[in-house]
């Protein structure tokens, strides 16, 4: 499948558009890519996804888990026979749904943060209570009683470390993937989370 992703690449004539990290790790030979580096690239399902659903090809799942790379991957025609057929299908989601989509994340990215340094619960009822808009074919953010976010059916004071952890980096990829989409720069590693 090396090759083939390699080949792919080439002929959907996107290999040129590669950034130098991401040219290092589709270079890497089998098995010889570093953990931390194939953890990286795996996190990057969740910036593909959020770049698929910015093309009304994917609708995003809740926060607190990661998605299936391989899903989204099919779902953008990934290593289809006509590279860039989904091209004429795919439309760029209207503005005000990137940029909802982007609050959501810019209000859950520092609430798991401080929810991972032990700070105490907040009520965060105006996202609750109707007065948010929120985006489309993208699921909301879930709330304990409290008001306070909840990952998992838990609120953030109870949930397991490792489930913030996991949901703090998929807002993290998604945030960096939506502000991309929201034109912020056109390189996307020099793409900034501005918390």
Do not use: K
């Amino acid at each position: 499948i090396h090759a083939t992703v390699r080949a792919w690449l080439a002929a959907a004539r996107v290999d040129a558009e590669l950034e130098d990290e991401e040219r290092r790790v589709i270079d890497t030979p089998l098995g010889q890519l570093s953990r931390d580096d194939a953890a990286a690239a795996g996190w990057r399902g969740e910036g593909a996804a959020t770049l698929a659903w910015g093309l009304g090809r994917w609708t995003l799942p809740t926060i607190d888990g990661a998605v299936d790379a391989a899903d989204v991957a099919m779902h953008l025609d990934w290593l289809a026979g006509e590279p860039l057929a989904f091209c004429d299908s795919a439309r760029l989601r209207a503005r005000t749904d990137v940029v909802q989509l982007g609050e959501m994340l810019e209000v859950a990215q520092p609430r798991l943060d401080r929810a991972l340094d032990g700070e105490p619960a907040v009520s965060l009822r105006n996202f609750d209570a109707g007065t948010f808009a929120w985006p489309r074919d993208a699921a909301q953010l879930a709330f304990a009683d409290d008001g306070d976010l909840a990952i998992g059916g838990q609120a953030l004071a109870t949930a397991a470390e490792h489930a913030l952890r996991v949901a703090r980096r998929v807002v993290v990829e998604r945030r960096r993937a939506v502000n991309w989409l929201a034109g912020q720069h056109a390189v996307y590693s020099a793409v900034t989370l501005g918390t």
